[in-house]
C-alpha cells in the first residue's frame, strides 16, 4: 500500500511494461523480474497531484514517439523525478521532457506494490527469469526470495488424505490401518502460521522448495523415501535459482500433448512456477502437494504411475510388508530451512501372516532348520532337511541342556504361543515366546523340556497381527505345494484360492530317535544312532569284602543320552548310580546302560577279594598313675604300606605310655582294605613317692643364671630325670625365663610324677635423662635428672664427673653420663647433654664525628640474642671518666673510644668497644674499635695520633671556627 519495490541487484532493465500485465525485468547476476505492481490510469500524463495513493510517487505513462507504443515508469520519489523503463527515449511529465533509463542499481527503486485487480488488496509478483522469456507465464521461472533478507514464516506441515480427487476435497489424515487395494494419494499442506485471516496473503509467497514424503517401519528403523520403480516420493518445486524441477513428469499435464502422465491438481498459474499438482485457486495460506497411488500400494514394487495397481502373491516381494509404520512430511524452503510435519502412525495389512522360518536349536547348534520360499506363484517350503548331528555338541547338550527354539514370522505379531506335542500327546501348552524388537523374531527357551524329548516332537505356533489376524493353518499337507498368501481385496475381504484357514500352524517337527526310523514326510529325523562309548575303569585290583565302597569308574559318552544306569551283582545287590560306592562283596557285577531312546545295553565285569593282614601284639601292662602301658604290633600278609588310627586318636603302629584300658586299631592296607581289632592293656601295684622342686630365677632380664632343683622322696630310689629341655641331671642350672617340665620315672618304666616350673625374670632396667640448660654460655647452673625403671631396687648412681646422686646439679654445659646398677647387680647406661644458655651478639653503626672537637657521632647499637628482648645497658668512655649512658644508641658524642655492657633478663652479659673517628679522612681518624689496656700508658689512656701537618686548610668550615 503505497510502498516502494527496490531492486535486488544492479543490471539492465527488459520484459514488457503493457497496460495490463506489468512485466518488468533486471537482466543482472539472476534476471530477477518484478509484475502486477501498479495501476494504470484514464489520464497517463496526469501530473503528481493526481498519483494514486498506492504508488508509491511511482506513475507508468506512454512513452514519447518512436517509442510510443512502450511505457515507461516515472518515480517522484523525494522531490527527485526520474524515468525507467525497458527501452531508451523520452517522456513527457507534468510538462518537462525526461530521459528514459534502462539500466538501475541495487537499492533503487523500481515501483510500487499495487492492486492488480484485487479488491482492498496489493501484491507483487517476484521471480527470477534465466531464459529472458518476457512471456505472462514462463514455466521455469525462480523464487529469488532465497535472497531477501525478511522475516520468513514457520510452518506447520500437514499429511492430509484426499476424499475427492477431482475436485481436491481434502481432509485431516486419520492414521487408520490400510487394507485393500485401492490407490490412496496422500496431500502434503504447509500451512504459514499465523496468516489464516489474512486473505491478501496469496501462496505466491508460501517459498517452497521442496517437499518430501517419508516411511518409517517401527520401531527401529529410520525414516526414508518411498520409492517405487521408476518414482519417489519427493517433489522439487525448483524454485531455488540454479536448481530444476524434479520429477520430469511434473512437466506432463495429462492431455497426452507431452508425453501423458498423471493429471496435475490445481492452478498452474499462481505464481509463474509449474508445480506438481499444486494449490487450488483463492487465497489461502498454504499449498497442496499432491503424491498419488501411495500406501496401499507400497506392498508390492508398483511404479506408482497412477495406472493398475501391481501386486504380488508372496510378502517377501513387497516393497513395504504389513506391520507398524510411521510417515512424516518434510517442506524445505527456497532458504534452505526445514521444516518437518508430525510423525503419523498407521498400520499396513495385506497379508495374512504365517510362520515364515522355523529352527531348532541344542547348545546353539541348529539341529534342523526350514522357511518358506517366495516364489512366482506364491510361497513354497525348502526341501525337508535330514540333519546327522554332531553327536558330541548333542551329549554336551544333555549334560548343560540349551534348548531354544527360534521362530521368525512373515510380518510382526502381536502375540505367538507354542505348544508342544510327542507321539500325539501334549507335553506343554501355551509357551509364551520372547519378541524380539521388530515383532517378527520370536524365541522360546525350552531347556527344562530336554530330559523328555524323544520320538516325535512337533511344535504347534498359535497368533496373530497387529490387526487381529490368526496365522494361517499350515499342515503337512501344505509343505508339498506352492502356496498362495491369502491378500487383501478390501477392508473385509480377502483373496484366498487356496481356501487356507487360520489356526494353529503344525507344519514343524522332529524326530529324536536311536536310529531305526526313516525321515517321515512331515517330521525331519534326528537320527541319534547308538554310538555310545562306554568306558568301565576297575578303581582297585580287588574288593575289601565287608567294606563298602566304588569299584569301579563308569563312563557314557555318545549322541543319545541322557542315560539311564542299573547294576545288578553277587548277594542279589542292585543298584541305579552309575558309580555306585556301596560294593562289599567279590564277583562279577553286570551294568546296564539304557538312552534316552530306549536302547539298552549291558556290560560283564568281576573283582576278586582283597587279602587282608594278619597283626600279632605284645602288651606292656600300666603304672599305677595310669601309665606306662604299651602295645606293638606284628604285620603279616595284606597289602602293605599300611596305615594307623587307634581309638584314642593316635596314628602309629605302636602305642606306649598308655593306661590300663581297651583300645582299638583300624590298619589300612594300600589295596584301601581295613582290618579292625581290640587290645586290652592290664594294671600293675602302686609305688609311693613324693617330689618337690626347688627354683632360683634369673637375676636380670634376659639373664641364664636361674637353676631348678628336685627333692625326691625316698631318695634311694632308682629314678630317671627327663627335662623339657633334653637334659637329665639335677639340679639343672643356667636357666633363663621360661616354663620347664620334667618327668620322672623309676626302674619299671612307671611314671612317678610330671611336673613344671615357671622361671620369672625382672623386668629390664631402663633409665632416661631429662636436662635443663645452663643459663649463660659460661654459667655452671645446669641440671640432668636421671628415671629409672625395672631391675630391683635399691638403684646406686655413678656419673661420668664423679657425683653419685640420681640427680645432676649446678653442672657447666657439657655431654654427662651415668651408670645405673639394681640390687641385683643389673647396669644401664644414660648419657645427656647439658646445653648452653643463647649468648647475646653485639652488632653497632658507628657515625664518624665531623670536627676534633665537635660532639656529633653517634653508635647505634644492635642487640640479639639471650634471654629475651629486655636488655640493661652499661656505657662508658676511657678516654673521658666521666661519660655515662644507659641506652641502647648515644649520640652526640667527640671522637674517642666508646665501650658498652648488655645485660639479659637471665643476668647473662656481653661487652664492645666502638671508636667514634673523624669525618674529614684526609686527617688521622680513630679506629672503629679500641681495646681498654696500657699500650704503653696507664689503665684507661686512650692512644690518640696526631694530626698530619699541612693540612689544616683542609678542616671543615665548621671545624674552624
Avoid at 481436491?168 to 487395494?181: C, D, I, L
Avoid at 517377501?316 to 517442506?331: C, M
Wanted: glycine share 12%.
Amino acid at each position: 500500500m503505497g510502498d516502494l519495490i527496490l531492486a535486488l541487484e544492479s543490471g539492465r532493465i527488459g520484459g514488457s511494461l503493457g497496460a495490463g500485465y506489468k512485466r518488468l525485468i533486471v537482466n543482472g547476476t539472476h534476471d530477477l523480474g518484478y509484475g502486477h505492481f501498479f495501476t494504470s490510469d484514464s489520464n497517463p500524463n496526469s501530473g503528481w497531484p493526481y498519483l494514486p495513493l498506492q504508488s508509491g510517487g511511482c506513475r507508468l505513462i506512454n512513452m514519447s514517439s518512436p517509442n510510443g507504443s512502450q511505457r515507461c515508469i516515472i518515480r517522484v520519489v523525494a522531490g527527485d523525478t526520474t524515468a525507467i523503463g525497458p527501452v531508451g527515449g523520452n517522456v513527457i511529465f507534468n510538462g518537462k521532457i525526461f530521459v528514459v533509463r534502462d539500466s538501475i542499481t541495487a537499492g533503487e527503486p523500481i515501483g510500487p506494490t499495487g492492486f492488480s485487480g484485487l479488491s482492498n488488496g496489493a501484491h507483487l509478483h517476484l521471480f527470477s527469469n534465466p531464459d529472458g522469456s518476457t512471456g505472462t507465464h514462463d514455466t521455469i521461472t525462480k523464487d529469488p526470495l532465497q535472497y531477501v533478507q525478511y522475516t520468513a514464516p514457520d510452518y506447520d506441515i500437514q499429511i492430509r488424505k484426499v476424499l475427492n480427487y477431482g475436485s481436491n476435497n481434502t481432509q485431516t489424515w486419520a492414521a487408520p490401518s490400510y487394507p485393500g487395494t485401492n490407490a490412496s494419494p496422500i496431500v502434503v499442506r504447509p500451512v504459514m502460521l499465523n496468516e489464516g485471516a489474512n486473505l491478501n496473503r496469496y501462496n505466491t509467497v508460501n517459498d517452497i522448495n521442496h517437499v518430501e514424503l517419508m516411511v518409517r517401519r517401527l520401531p527401529n528403523d529410520d525414516f526414508q523415501l518411498i520409492q517405487g520403480a521408476g518414482h519417489w516420493s519427493e517433489i522439487l518445486i525448483g524454485a531455488r535459482i540454479g536448481e530444476n524441477m524434479m520429477p520430469s513428469y511434473m512437466y506432463q499435464d495429462g492431455s497426452g500433448s507431452n508425453g501423458g502422465g498423471p493429471p496435475q491438481i490445481g492452478s498452474l498459474s499462481r505464481q509463474g512456477i509449474r508445480p506438481f499438482a499444486y494449490a487450488t485457486n483463492g487465497a489461502h495460506p498454504y499449498d497442496d502437494f499432491y503424491f498419488p497411488d501411495f500406501i496401499t500400494r507400497i506392498h508390492a514394487d508398483d511404479p506408482m504411475d497412477g495406472g493398475t495397481a501391481l501386486f504380488t502373491n508372496c510378502p517377501g516381494h513387497a516393497r513395504y510388508n504389513d506391520g507398524r509404520y510411521e510417515i512424516k512430511a518434510v517442506a524445505t524452503d527456497v532458504r534452505g530451512n526445514a521444516h518437518e510435519s508430525e510423525a503419523v502412525a498407521f498400520t499396513l495389512d495385506n497379508f495374512q501372516p504365517y510362520i515364515a522360518s522355523f529352527t531348532f536349536n541344542a547348545n546353539s547348534v541348529a539341529q534342523y532348520t526350514r522357511k518358506w520360499s517366495c516364489s512366482s506363484c506364491g510361497i513354497s517350503l525348502s526341501a525337508n532337511p535330514f540333519m546327522e548331528i554332531n553327536q558330541s555338541s548333542w551329549n554336551n547338550w544333555l549334560l548343560n541342556p540349551s534348548l531354544i527354539v527360534n521362530a521368525s514370522a512373515s510380518e510382526p505379531l502381536d502375540n505367538l504361543t507354542m505348544d508342544i506335542v510327542i507321539e500325539g500327546s501334549v507335553l506343554q501348552e501355551d509357551i509364551p515366546g520372547l519378541a524380539l524388537p521388530n515383532g517378527i523374531d520370536w524365541k522360546f527357551d525350552i531347556s527344562q523340556y530336554a530330559a523328555q524329548l524323544s520320538g516325535k516332537v512337533a511344535f504347534i505356533f498359535y497368533g496373530h497381527d497387529m490387526n487381529g489376524n490368526s496365522l494361517l493353518a499350515f499342515s503337512p499337507a501344505q509343505q508339498s505345494s506352492c502356496v498362495t498368501v491369502p491378500t487383501r481385496t478390501g477392508a473385509s475381504s480377502w483373496n484366498n484360492p487356496g481356501n487356507i484357514s487360520t489356526g494353529p500352524d503344525n507344519i514343524h517337527a522332529v524326530c529324536i530317535d536311536c536310529g531305526g526310523r526313516s525321515p517321515d514326510g512331515d517330521c525331519a529325523v534326528i537320527a541319534l544312532v547308538p554310538d555310545e562309548t562306554i568306558t568301565i575303569t576297575p578303581l582297585t585290583p580287588c574288593l575289601c569284602e565287608g567294606q563298602p565302597q566304588q569299584a569301579f569308574e563308569v563312563q557314557a559318552d555318545g549322541s543319545a543320552g541322557p542315560f539311564i544306569f542299573s547294576w545288578a551283582g553277587p548277594e542279589g545287590y542292585t543298584s541305579d548310580e552309575q558309580n555306585p560306592a556301596d560294593m562289599e562283596v567279590a564277583g562279577v557285577y553286570t551294568l546296564f546302560i539304557t538312552n534316552a531312546y530306549g536302547c539298552t545295553f549291558s556290560y560283564d565285569v568281576g573283582i576278586t577279594a582283597c587279602p587282608l593282614p594278619t597283626l600279632q601284639p605284645t602288651i606292656h601292662p600300666a603304672c599305677p598313675d595310669d601309665s606306662g602301658g604299651a602295645i606293638g604290633l606284628a604285620i603279616s600278609g595284606g597289602a602293605p604300606p599300611f596305615s594307623f588310627l587307634w581309638s584314642n586318636g593316635a596314628a602309629s603302629q605302636n602305642l606306649a605310655n598308655l593306661a590300663a584300658g581297651q583300645y582299638t586299631v583300624t590298619v589300612s592296607g594300600a589295596n584301601g582294605c581295613r582290618l579292625e581289632q581290640s587290645f586290652t592293656v592290664p594294671a600293675s601295684g602302686e609305688i609311693p613317692f613324693s617330689i618337690q622342686a626347688s627354683a632360683s630365677p634369673p637375676g636380670c632380664a634376659g639373664g641364664s643364671d636361674g637353676s631348678i632343683a628336685l627333692l625326691i622322696f625316698p631318695p634311694d630310689g632308682s629314678y630317671t630325670i627327663n627335662w623339657s629341655t633334653g637334659a637329665t641331671g639335677n639340679p639343672l642350672a643356667g636357666l633363663s625365663a621360661g616354663l620347664y617340665a620334667a618327668t620322672v620315672t623309676n626302674s619299671d618304666g612307671c611314671l612317678v610324677e610330671a611336673l613344671s616350673v615357671s622361671l620369672t625374670e625382672p623386668s629390664p632396667l631402663q633409665a632416661f635423662a631429662t636436662t635443663y640448660s645452663a643459663t649463660c654460655p659460661q654459667s655452671a647452673d645446669g641440671q640432668v635428672v636421671l628415671s629409672v625403671s625395672g631391675g630391683v631396687n635399691p638403684y646406686n648412681f655413678l656419673w661420668s664427673n664423679g657425683a653419685t646422686g640420681q640427680e645432676l646439679m649446678g653442672v657447666p654445659p657439657g655431654t654427662y653420663s651415668a651408670t645405673v646398677t639394681d640390687a641385683n647387680g643389673c647396669t644401664v647406661q644414660a648419657s645427656a647433654t647439658v646445653a648452653a644458655g643463647s649468648g647475646i651478639t653485639l652488632e653497632a653503626a658507628v657515625t664518624p664525628a665531623a670536627c676534633a672537637n665537635g660532639p656529633d657521632g653517634a653508635i647505634s647499637l644492635i642487640v640479639s640474642g639471650g634471654s629475651g628482648q629486655s636488655y640493661a645497658y652499661a656505657w662508658s668512655a676511657p678516654g673521658n671518666p666521666g661519660f655515662q649512658f644507659s641506652g641502647a644508641s648515644p649520640s652526640g658524642l667527640a671522637p674517642g673510644l666508646y665501650c658498652a655492657t648488655v645485660t639479659d633478663n637471665a643476668g647473662c652479659s656481653e661487652s664492645g668497644c666502638w671508636e667514634v673517628a673523624l669525618a674529614d679522612t684526609e686527617y688521622p681518624v680513630y679506629p672503629q674499635s679500641r681495646s681498654l689496656g696500657n699500650a704503653g700508658h696507664r689503665p684507661g689512656d686512650i692512644d690518640i695520633p696526631g694530626r698530619m701537618a699541612g693540612n689544616s686548610s683542609r678542616l671543615p668550615e665548621i671545624c674552624k671556627r
